[in-house]
């Protein structure tokens, strides 16, 4: 089972917690150097879309609150429904701005999936989008 990100208390306050750094991954590379050229132009072509798709999936669970969302219920919100959001809010997961919350819900699929919320982090993120946008 995969170690704690954060408590489980997260809002606006921030606080004191830290993520647990060895849990925290880099984005993984979009595609393998030994992948055919189109796959290495889709791949340029995602990494460019990437960091939007990312903070407009932020924003989604920003909304949320504590109440949290799967991914399949953070891409509909945020509008990338079928466009790989799942990657974007494993990204996400692995940059310590959103953590699992617990329980689980039901998706699309009938299959249970993981609800995630927004962490100091992740809130981190967004004031500082909102600082650049005035």
């Known amino acids: 089972m995969q170690g704690q990100l954060f408590s489980h208390s997260f809002g ?7 993520p647990n750094l060895e849990l925290i991954r880099e984005p993984r590379a979009l595609a393998r150097s030994s992948d055919p050229e189109t796959s290495q132009q889709a791949a340029a072509a995602a990494e460019r879309r990437a960091p939007s798709q990312r903070d407009r999936l932020l924003n ?4 949320a609150g504590d109440r949290g969302l799967t991914d399949e219920e953070a891409g509909v919100s945020a509008g990338l429904s079928g466009s790989g959001y799942w990657k974007r809010c494993s990204d996400l997961r692995n940059l310590g701005m959103i953590a699992p919350l617990g329980p ?3 998706v699309s699929s009938g299959l249970m999936a ?8 992740g809130w981190r993120r967004m004031d500082e989008l909102s600082r650049r946008a005035r």
């Open 60 to 63: 989604a669970y920003m909304i």
């Open 12 to 18: 606006l306050g921030g606080s004191a917690e830290k």
């Open 114 to 121: 993981q609800v995630c919320v927004i962490t100091p982090e």
């Open 104 to 106: 689980q819900r039901q």
